[in-house]
């Protein structure tokens, strides 16, 4: 910065270490200096002036990477600070206006803000007549050029030098005319995209952010739902809209409404199959089909007729099942297989995860490898047993969908290792039938006894479904498979009866192994 004020034998001693002239005249502060001085701000700052014409901005403004909204809001603060307390020029303030005359003005900032989207306006092209009302510029910003016009003489001789700049004098803010219509105007404006738009696409289910022919039809649409909630949009002009798309307003919210259209569109030529799985269409619409089909009874009629108009009957709702989309890798290593393209969302396993429960009378016999009608229920549940205690750590409150999972099985997530769930259902079924337990359940049935006193308390309570009701007497086992053989050794041994009616006799391990903890 100070290269040309130096003396001839500074200059030499400065290209012996390689800073020449031609260097020092390409060299540039670090933008991304956390306490830049006067000399980098100053530098950003007549760079921005150049680009712009002034230094009006905002407080996050950055240019070049430099934090130029930051550093100009310090320098104004230090200012005003400067000048209360010592009753003199700030000593920067020269080389600031030297930049711009006006960056730091007496006018308020509000004024600043709608002068800068103005300013925005006309460096996109706009070119501001206010003789006609300010024509393609929004509302509100019309409306603050008109008050300006209405206002010229007033403003302060900075105001209408910027001003001027935006092409607005003296002499053509005398024809100013307002920028704002009148609400039927505008009213009838929308009403008329939103009927080229129902024309094209049967429906008025617009996101906020969508666009139609340029006209913000989506928050258009959105303003005119917000009235009609609060009672406040006329009854005529609801009829209006209503005329193009009788759901343009759903009571079931918005998101349903625009996902059903998706799906109407997808299947368009399509038959819809739902005791078959949906076959033919994309997984994702036959998901939201079949989870639609699980809680049809807890649909609004309207939901229902349009369900209806998809081939959805109340019948195909009750016989409806999940289509076959199985895809995995293949296994590598000790890393376990998972699906490639299969999501792990909540919404996408719950629908299998009612039917497996449903059909095996609750989650606990789902390991990591169990498929349910094609879908990895197993690898789901093991997702979101991750979700759920992540989010009780990080958070300290349940998980949101934990009371959805419980419902199917209260012990879907349960405070001990899920493998235990297994073991346990295992040596249930066995039980439920009456058949011998195997040498293996009956081994874990011991190892569980022996550790009675650190089972939790509802791994407890689950056991005495078993007929365990306690760490005594120990069960004895069979560590031979049950079969045949095992059937002619009960037989030779029939006159010592065996320790339990579902349990071969045979003589206590010498130790107790940790399965309970690990299976």
């Known amino acids: ?85 010592y009753a003199v020029p700030y000593p920067a303030e020269s080389f600031l206006a030297a930049v711009d005359l006006w960056w730091n003005p007496p006018w308020n900032g509000d004024w600043q803000i709608n002068h800068r989207a103005a300013r925005k306006l006309v460096e996109k092209g706009i070119i501001l007549l206010p003789a006609r009302g300010f024509p393609g510029t929004p509302d509100w910003t019309g409306q603050w050029l008109y008050a300006q016009c209405a206002a010229y003489q007033q403003l302060h001789p900075g105001q209408q030098h910027r001003l001027t700049r935006l092409g607005i004098t003296a002499a053509n803010s005398r024809a100013a005319r307002p920028r704002r219509i009148t609400q039927q105007a505008s009213f009838d404006a929308g009403l008329d995209h939103a009927r080229s738009y129902a024309a094209q696409h049967g429906h008025l289910a617009v996101r906020r952010t969508e666009s139609h022919g340029g006209y913000p039809l989506g928050e258009w649409l959105a303003h005119k739902r917000q009235r009609a909630a609060s009672g406040r949009l006329p009854h005529g002009r609801v009829e209006a809209i209503a005329t193009l798309d009788p759901w343009w307003n759903p009571p079931w919210g918005l998101p349903w409404q625009t996902t059903y259209h998706a799906v109407r569109n997808e299947i368009r030529g399509h038959a819809v199959n739902a005791s078959a799985g ?71 396993g ?79 079924t066995h039980h439920t039938v009456g058949r011998p337990f195997p040498g293996t359940t009956a081994r874990w049935i011991r190892t569980q006894q022996l550790a009675w006193n650190q089972l939790h308390p509802h791994q407890q309570h689950l056991l005495t479904t078993l007929g365990v009701h306690g760490p005594t007497p120990l069960i004895p086992y069979n560590s031979r498979p049950v079969g045949p053989s095992s059937a002619r050794a009960t037989t030779r041994s029939a006159k010592s009866p065996p320790a339990s009616p579902t349990l071969a006799n045979s003589p206590p391990p010498a130790t107790a192994s940790s399965e309970w903890a690990t299976q």
């Open 278 to 348: 949906f076959p033919g269409l994309p997984p994702d619409v036959a998901r939201w089909l079949l989870t639609q089909c699980i809680n049809y009874d807890d649909l609004r009629p309207g939901q229902q007729e349009l369900l209806n108009s998809l081939g959805v009957t109340p019948q195909d709702a009750r016989t409806a099942r999940p289509q076959q989309e199985a895809r995995r890798r293949p296994r590598t290593g000790a890393s376990r297989p998972h699906p490639t393209t299969v999501s792990s969302s909540i919404d996408a």
């Open 1 to 85: 910065m100070s290269y040309p004020g130096l003396a001839v034998e500074q200059r030499q001693q400065l290209s012996a270490a390689g800073l020449t002239k031609q260097t020092a005249a390409t060299a540039r502060p670090n933008s991304a200096t956390r306490r830049p001085s006067l000399e980098t701000g100053l530098h950003y700052a007549r760079s921005y002036a150049a680009l712009h014409g002034d230094l009006n901005t905002s407080p996050s403004d950055r240019h070049e990477g430099f934090p130029i909204g930051k550093w100009l809001a310090r320098q104004r603060h230090q200012a005003s600070l400067h000048t209360a307390k």
């Open 350 to 428: 719950l629908p299998y995860a009612r039917s497996y429960a449903h059909a095996h009378s609750g989650l606990g016999t789902a390991d990591y490898n169990t498929e349910h009608d094609g879908f990895p229920l197993g690898w789901w549940l093991y997702v979101q047993r991750k979700r759920a205690i992540a989010h009780l750590r990080r958070t300290g409150r349940p998980w949101p969908h934990d009371t959805q999972l419980t419902a199917l099985d209260p012990w879907w997530n349960p405070p001990w290792r899920a493998s235990w769930n297994h073991s346990y259902h295992h040596a249930l």
